[in-house]
């Protein structure tokens, strides 16, 4: 009897990533696991091309996986994604950089970042990596 296992590591290092970092947090407002591994399999399949940053869903991919599980989004916030999402962070770093009267250059040594993301961002043309997001974060304070 032959047997036709289909495996693609990509996918399943993905279905990793999403079980390791939102499951708890998930589970604990009642979802069960066969709901979460269900809308992990419709979300994979709908976004093959699926990246991560750190692990973590990229912010407009955040929401679309909420709305498959059925949770409010600032249910499964973390520091990044509630800056990120319930505020206007282009215009907090805008602002901020504008209060100390530094150019995007002078703000982009400062934060270790380049000033064309600083500018993306600031523009709102670009969500900051949490990576970024530290450098910033750190600055700012």
């Known amino acids: ?16 990533n999403l079980y390791e970092k939102y499951f708890d947090k998930s589970s604990a407002l009642g979802v069960t696991l066969e709901e979460f ?6 979300f994979l399949s709908e976004n093959p091309k699926l990246e991560f940053d750190e692990g973590y869903l990229k912010p407009p991919d955040f929401i ?3 709305d498959l599980i059925q949770v ?3 249910k499964l916030y973390d520091k990044y ?7 206007n962070f282009s215009k907090i770093i805008l602002n901020y950089r504008l209060s100390f009267n530094l150019n995007q250059k002078e703000f982009a040594k400062l934060t270790r970042l380049s000033p064309v993301t ?10 900051p990596t949490r990576k970024q997001f530290s450098q910033l974060m750190n600055v700012i304070k």
């Open 118 to 127: 600083i500018g993306l961002i600031e523009n709102n043309k670009k969500y």
């Open 72 to 74: 409010p989004p600032k």
């Open 37 to 42: 591994y269900n809308a992990i399999n419709i």
């Open 64 to 66: 679309k996986f909420c």
């Open 81 to 87: 994604y509630r800056f990120i999402l319930s505020k």
């Open 1 to 16: 009897m032959l047997v036709h296992l289909e495996f693609n590591l990509f996918q399943e290092a993905n279905r990793l």
